[in-house]
């Protein structure tokens, strides 16, 4: 069974540092893994999307790493600002079982940044 | 691209009576689409998946009865939660494949029971 862990469950960091974000999970079989971003009392806004052949994506001061032999993901957040200010969750989508496959989600890191 | 639409945002009712939710992808065809539910300061938890033109798929413990799922269109799923108490206040939350195989969410639904 698929376990999404994230760490570390809060963070606060003053404006301008880079920070890292770690996800793992158990299961190394996945199709791909997304990076969201959550407001309070908001949907989800997808950052990023890592298909299970690649190894990174960016985009602008966000960068997504994959390691699927060791089961991490890492989301880099450079020059922070308190605007990031939200909660960011991993999810994981498991290699089989068509497209139509439910994603599981990792508990969440919440990030304040302070001004 | 790859947009979903939930309406309402914010709903209250009142204990008994039953609330739709509906979840609409504005600018692709979703044959699947999830319904999550959110306790506070929680992650994510699938309720259901919904297929377009077939029952929809309860997560175990997911009482089928009390949350009507109906996805009787490619754009288009609604969640129902029926005779409503205060324990299914809840934050509701629906997604879709969207292009190049991620999940695109809607804006959520604050369901407030009273």
């Known amino acids: 069974k698929q376990e999404v862990t994230q760490i570390p469950a809060a963070l606060s960091v003053p404006e301008g540092e880079n920070l890292v974000l770690n996800c793992s999970f158990t299961?190394?079989?996945?199709?791909?893994l997304q990076w969201f971003r959550q407001d309070p009392g908001k949907g989800l806004t997808s950052l990023l999307l890592i298909q299970s052949s690649q190894r990174e994506q960016t985009s602008g001061r966000l960068n997504a790493s994959l390691d699927k032999s060791s089961g991490r993901s890492t989301l880099y957040i450079a020059a922070s600002q308190p605007g990031d200010s939200a909660t960011y969750l991993c999810a994981v989508r498991p290699g089989y079982g068509g497209a139509t496959n439910k994603l599981i989600f990792g508990t969440g890191t919440l990030l304040a940044v302070q001004p | 691209g790859a947009v979903v639409s939930q309406h309402p945002s914010r709903v209250i009712c009142k204990s008994g009576t039953s609330v739709k939710i509906e979840c609409r992808s504005l600018?692709?065809?979703?044959?699947?689409m999830f319904w999550y539910r959110q306790f506070p300061k929680q992650s994510l938890m699938l309720m259901a998946t919904?297929?377009?033109?077939?029952?929809?798929?309860?997560e175990q413990g997911v009482e089928k009865d009390k949350f009507l799922i109906n996805h009787a269109s490619l754009t288009l799923s609604t969640l129902t939660v029926t005779s409503a108490h205060p324990e299914d206040s809840s934050f509701y939350i629906c997604s879709a494949a969207g292009n190049t195989y991620g999940y695109t969410f809607g804006s959520g639904t604050r369901l407030t029971v009273v």
């Open positions: 600018d692709f065809q979703a044959t699947t």
């Open positions: 919904s297929n377009e033109g077939s029952k929809a798929t309860y």
């Open positions: 299961d190394s079989a996945i199709y791909n």
